[in-house]
Protein backbone atom coordinates (compact mmCIF):
# COMPACT_ATOMS: atom_id res chain seq x y z
CA UNK A 1 0.00 0.00 0.00
CA UNK A 2 0.88 3.11 -1.55
CA UNK A 3 0.98 6.58 0.28
CA UNK A 4 0.83 10.08 -1.38
CA UNK A 5 1.41 13.90 0.55
CA UNK A 6 1.14 16.44 -2.27
CA UNK A 7 0.55 20.22 -2.64
CA UNK A 8 -1.37 21.47 -5.40
CA UNK A 9 -1.75 25.07 -6.02
CA UNK A 10 -4.47 26.49 -8.12
CA UNK A 11 -4.74 29.79 -9.26
CA UNK A 12 -7.44 32.54 -8.19
CA UNK A 13 -9.82 31.14 -10.97
CA UNK A 14 -9.41 27.94 -10.12
CA UNK A 15 -10.08 27.57 -6.26
CA UNK A 16 -12.98 26.91 -4.41
CA UNK A 17 -14.59 30.33 -3.43
CA UNK A 18 -14.39 29.56 0.07
CA UNK A 19 -10.88 28.42 -0.05
CA UNK A 20 -10.22 31.65 -2.14
CA UNK A 21 -12.01 33.73 0.83
CA UNK A 22 -9.68 32.01 3.41
CA UNK A 23 -6.82 33.33 1.28
CA UNK A 24 -7.61 36.74 0.49
CA UNK A 25 -9.16 37.84 4.84
CA UNK A 26 -6.00 37.74 6.95
CA UNK A 27 -8.11 36.65 9.78
CA UNK A 28 -8.35 33.30 8.45
CA UNK A 29 -5.61 30.51 8.80
CA UNK A 30 -6.56 27.33 7.20
CA UNK A 31 -10.11 25.42 6.83
CA UNK A 32 -9.64 21.76 7.22
CA UNK A 33 -11.80 19.13 5.30
CA UNK A 34 -12.62 16.30 7.55
CA UNK A 35 -15.61 14.43 5.71
CA UNK A 36 -16.78 14.24 2.75
CA UNK A 37 -19.54 12.03 0.57
CA UNK A 38 -20.62 12.40 -2.31
CA UNK A 39 -24.33 11.20 -2.70
CA UNK A 40 -25.88 12.90 -6.14
CA UNK A 41 -23.81 12.90 -9.53
CA UNK A 42 -22.76 16.66 -8.88
CA UNK A 43 -23.66 17.40 -4.83
CA UNK A 44 -21.51 16.71 -1.58
CA UNK A 45 -21.93 16.57 2.02
CA UNK A 46 -18.73 17.98 3.98
CA UNK A 47 -17.67 18.81 6.92
CA UNK A 48 -14.39 21.32 7.90
CA UNK A 49 -13.26 23.02 10.26
CA UNK A 50 -12.61 26.63 10.02
CA UNK A 51 -10.00 28.87 11.37
CA UNK A 52 -11.12 32.27 12.00
CA UNK A 53 -14.31 34.58 12.67
CA UNK A 54 -17.75 32.92 12.14
CA UNK A 55 -19.58 35.97 10.83
CA UNK A 56 -17.72 37.09 7.87
CA UNK A 57 -17.11 33.28 6.20
CA UNK A 58 -21.07 32.90 7.09
CA UNK A 59 -21.86 35.50 5.58
CA UNK A 60 -19.83 34.93 2.49
CA UNK A 61 -21.07 31.04 2.35
CA UNK A 62 -24.65 32.49 2.30
CA UNK A 63 -23.94 34.22 -0.93
CA UNK A 64 -22.62 31.40 -2.95
CA UNK A 65 -25.56 30.15 -5.26
CA UNK A 66 -23.61 26.14 -5.05
CA UNK A 67 -24.43 25.90 -1.73
CA UNK A 68 -27.45 23.69 -0.92
CA UNK A 69 -27.72 23.92 2.78
CA UNK A 70 -25.23 24.63 5.40
CA UNK A 71 -24.53 24.17 9.91
CA UNK A 72 -22.08 25.86 12.40
CA UNK A 73 -20.73 24.69 15.14
CA UNK A 74 -18.69 27.46 17.25
CA UNK A 75 -15.83 26.07 18.79
CA UNK A 76 -14.01 27.93 22.33
CA UNK A 77 -11.64 29.38 20.79
CA UNK A 78 -12.33 31.66 17.44
CA UNK A 79 -12.71 28.64 15.09
CA UNK A 80 -15.75 26.76 14.55
CA UNK A 81 -17.46 23.58 12.70
CA UNK A 82 -19.11 23.47 9.25
CA UNK A 83 -21.31 21.37 7.58
CA UNK A 84 -22.36 22.22 3.96
CA UNK A 85 -24.05 20.57 1.28
CA UNK A 86 -22.87 21.63 -2.04
CA UNK A 87 -22.48 21.08 -5.79
CA UNK A 88 -19.52 20.87 -7.35
CA UNK A 89 -18.43 21.73 -10.58
CA UNK A 90 -15.96 22.78 -12.88
CA UNK A 91 -12.89 22.90 -11.49
CA UNK A 92 -13.97 21.96 -8.34
CA UNK A 93 -15.18 19.08 -9.45
CA UNK A 94 -12.04 18.21 -11.82
CA UNK A 95 -9.89 17.88 -8.78
CA UNK A 96 -12.36 15.91 -6.69
CA UNK A 97 -12.92 13.59 -9.63
CA UNK A 98 -8.91 12.94 -9.35
CA UNK A 99 -8.39 12.15 -6.03
CA UNK A 100 -11.40 9.88 -6.15
CA UNK A 101 -9.87 7.19 -8.23
CA UNK A 102 -10.90 3.49 -7.57
CA UNK A 103 -9.53 2.04 -4.91
CA UNK A 104 -7.89 5.52 -4.05
CA UNK A 105 -8.48 6.53 -0.09
CA UNK A 106 -7.99 10.70 0.97
CA UNK A 107 -6.91 10.17 4.43
CA UNK A 108 -8.51 13.73 6.41
CA UNK A 109 -7.96 16.78 6.94
CA UNK A 110 -7.98 17.98 3.43
CA UNK A 111 -6.09 21.37 4.17
CA UNK A 112 -7.12 24.44 2.40
CA UNK A 113 -4.36 26.83 3.34
CA UNK A 114 -4.32 30.40 3.57
CA UNK A 115 -1.01 30.59 1.09
CA UNK A 116 -3.37 29.67 -1.59
CA UNK A 117 -2.56 25.58 -1.67
CA UNK A 118 -4.66 22.72 -0.89
CA UNK A 119 -2.83 19.54 0.86
CA UNK A 120 -3.71 16.26 1.05
CA UNK A 121 -2.83 12.96 1.29
CA UNK A 122 -4.33 9.78 -0.83
CA UNK A 123 -3.28 6.09 0.51
CA UNK A 124 -3.92 2.75 -1.90
CA UNK A 125 -2.52 1.30 -4.46
CA UNK A 126 0.37 2.87 -6.86
CA UNK A 127 -1.63 2.32 -10.06
CA UNK A 128 -4.34 4.92 -8.32
CA UNK A 129 -1.91 6.91 -6.13
CA UNK A 130 -0.41 7.67 -9.71
CA UNK A 131 -3.42 7.97 -11.72
CA UNK A 132 -4.49 10.83 -8.69
CA UNK A 133 -1.57 12.58 -9.51
CA UNK A 134 -2.03 12.28 -13.05
CA UNK A 135 -5.91 13.32 -13.29
CA UNK A 136 -4.90 16.73 -11.67
CA UNK A 137 -5.02 19.27 -14.39
CA UNK A 138 -1.94 20.38 -15.89
CA UNK A 139 -2.29 24.07 -15.26
CA UNK A 140 -2.54 23.61 -11.38
CA UNK A 141 0.72 23.49 -10.25
CA UNK A 142 0.98 19.80 -8.08
CA UNK A 143 4.22 19.42 -5.79
CA UNK A 144 4.38 15.69 -4.81
CA UNK A 145 5.87 16.17 -1.24
CA UNK A 146 6.83 12.38 -0.57
CA UNK A 147 5.42 9.68 -1.68
CA UNK A 148 5.83 5.87 -0.02
CA UNK A 149 4.74 2.87 1.50
CA UNK A 150 1.98 3.88 3.82
CA UNK A 151 2.66 3.31 7.68
CA UNK A 152 -0.36 4.31 9.78
CA UNK A 153 1.65 5.49 12.31
CA UNK A 154 1.93 8.56 10.47
CA UNK A 155 -1.54 9.35 11.58
CA UNK A 156 -0.65 10.75 14.71
CA UNK A 157 -1.55 13.46 17.20
CA UNK A 158 -0.53 16.54 14.57
CA UNK A 159 -3.88 16.20 12.87
CA UNK A 160 -5.52 17.54 16.20
CA UNK A 161 -3.54 20.44 16.28
CA UNK A 162 -4.60 23.95 14.86
CA UNK A 163 -2.11 25.42 12.52
CA UNK A 164 -1.31 28.33 14.95
CA UNK A 165 -0.35 25.45 18.13
CA UNK A 166 1.95 23.57 15.74
CA UNK A 167 3.38 26.85 14.65
CA UNK A 168 3.53 27.39 18.45
CA UNK A 169 4.94 24.21 19.47
CA UNK A 170 7.64 24.37 16.40
CA UNK A 171 9.15 27.90 17.77
CA UNK A 172 8.92 26.83 21.38
CA UNK A 173 11.27 23.92 20.11
CA UNK A 174 13.27 25.55 17.81
CA UNK A 175 14.01 28.21 20.19
CA UNK A 176 15.07 25.60 23.58
CA UNK A 177 11.99 26.18 25.76
CA UNK A 178 11.75 22.19 25.73
CA UNK A 179 15.14 21.50 25.62
CA UNK A 180 17.22 20.25 28.98
CA UNK A 181 18.09 22.68 30.22
CA UNK A 182 15.18 24.41 29.33
CA UNK A 183 17.36 27.62 26.85
CA UNK A 184 14.46 30.05 25.75
CA UNK A 185 11.06 31.44 27.83
CA UNK A 186 7.45 31.66 27.27
CA UNK A 187 8.55 35.36 26.15
CA UNK A 188 11.14 34.16 23.91
CA UNK A 189 8.52 32.15 22.17
CA UNK A 190 5.79 34.82 22.09
CA UNK A 191 8.86 36.80 20.74
CA UNK A 192 9.20 34.51 17.75
CA UNK A 193 5.20 33.94 17.05
CA UNK A 194 4.83 38.01 17.62
CA UNK A 195 2.46 37.29 20.21
CA UNK A 196 1.74 38.32 23.97
CA UNK A 197 3.43 35.77 26.52
CA UNK A 198 0.24 34.64 27.57
CA UNK A 199 -1.21 33.80 23.72
CA UNK A 200 1.55 31.97 23.50
CA UNK A 201 1.69 30.21 26.93
CA UNK A 202 -2.21 29.43 25.90
CA UNK A 203 -1.21 27.93 22.70
CA UNK A 204 1.50 25.58 24.06
CA UNK A 205 -1.14 24.25 27.15
CA UNK A 206 -3.66 23.28 24.33
CA UNK A 207 -1.20 21.63 22.26
CA UNK A 208 0.08 20.42 25.19
CA UNK A 209 -3.00 18.91 26.22
CA UNK A 210 -3.88 17.27 22.53
CA UNK A 211 -0.72 15.70 22.03
CA UNK A 212 -1.02 14.12 26.00
CA UNK A 213 -4.71 13.30 25.56
CA UNK A 214 -3.77 11.49 22.36
CA UNK A 215 -0.74 9.83 23.85
CA UNK A 216 -2.61 8.07 26.73
CA UNK A 217 -5.84 7.59 24.61
CA UNK A 218 -3.23 4.81 22.68
CA UNK A 219 -2.98 2.86 25.72
CA UNK A 220 0.49 1.68 26.54
CA UNK A 221 2.94 0.64 24.32
Not at 112 to 124: E, F, K, Q, S, W
Not at 209 to 216: K, S
Request: proline share 4%; hydrophobic share 40%; net charge negative.
Amino acid sequence: MRYLEVSVDQSADERNRMHQFVVDHDAYEISRLLHRDRYAADEHAMVFHVEGPRGPYERALAGSDAVHDYAISDCTDESFYLYVRAALAGDDRTFADAFSQPGLVVVPPVEYRADGTVRLTAVGPADAVQSAVDGVPDRMGVDVRSVGTFDAGRLDARLELTQRQFEAVAAAVEAGYYATPRSATLDDVASRLDCSTGTAGELLRRAERTVMADLVAGGPV
